[in-house]
Nanobody, 123 residues
Framework: QVQLAESGGGLVQAGGSLRLSCVVSKVVFDYADMGWYRQVPGNQRELVARISTGHIANYTDSVKGRFTISRDDRKNTVSLQMDNLKPEDTAVYYC?????????????????WGQGTQVTVSS
């Protein structure tokens, strides 16, 4: 069973904080670098934070110093602490491997994504 279940999004004022969580199935999580992505309608999905199997974290420039990614290897979870949120952080946030988990079935091979969680930051 492949699972990527994001939660924790919501509506927050600029300067506020949110903590996103993602429950990941073992087949996706084990031995994989993990990341948080975000997507604004009409734009491509972008990787904003990633954490290696060795717990080394990297961030895109726009979130450095404000977002913190972490992983719990016993619980197969990935989290994203987002502080000092800005209106431009508004997006749907997804967790996944980096690169994304690919699934194959009768219809072919494709990147598998969860439902995501909406983050809206008001000014």
């Amino acid at each position: 069973q492949v699972q990527l279940a994001e939660s924790g999004g919501g509506l927050v004022q600029a300067g506020g904080s949110l903590r996103l969580s993602c429950v990941v199935s073992k087949v996706v999580f084990d031995y994989a670098d993990m990341g948080w992505y975000r997507q604004v309608p009409g734009n491509q999905r972008e990787l904003v934070a990633r954490i290696s199997t060795g717990h080394i974290a990297n961030y895109t420039d726009s979130v450095k110093g404000r977002f913190t990614i972490s992983r719990d290897d016993r619980k197969n979870t990935v989290s994203l602490q987002m502080d000092n949120l800005k209106p431009e952080d508004t997006a749907v946030y997804y967790c996944n491997r980096d690169p994304p988990f690919r699934r194959s079935d009768a219809w072919g091979s494709y990147d598998y994504w969860g439902q995501g969680t909406q983050v809206t930051v008001s000014s």
